[in-house]
């Protein structure tokens, strides 16, 4: 991840305010989740400003027959 992006988890600590420990456990899969305010912190040095898009199901999709 960090290697794509051409971060390191230094530099990444430093720009995010997330503790470079915190980075360190995430990537090494030693934290059981990330939290939504830590992934909000991360999530525009790592993929700019792309966001995910929740797939919420409407009603309104449906044809009506």
């Known amino acids: 991840m960090l290697t794509e992006s051409g971060w390191s988890q230094t530099n990444l600590a430093r720009a995010s305010q997330v503790p470079q420990s915190t980075i360190s456990k995430i990537l090494n899969g030693a934290s059981k989740g ?6 909000e912190k991360l999530w525009p ?6 966001r995910p898009h929740s797939k919420k199901k409407s009603g309104g999709d449906r044809a009506k027959g």
Do not use: F, V
């Not at 990330?34 to 992934?39: G, N």
């Not at 040095?45 to 792309?50: K, T, W």
């Open 45 to 50: 040095y790592l993929y700019g400003d792309q």
């Open 34 to 39: 990330i939290h939504s305010s830590t992934l």
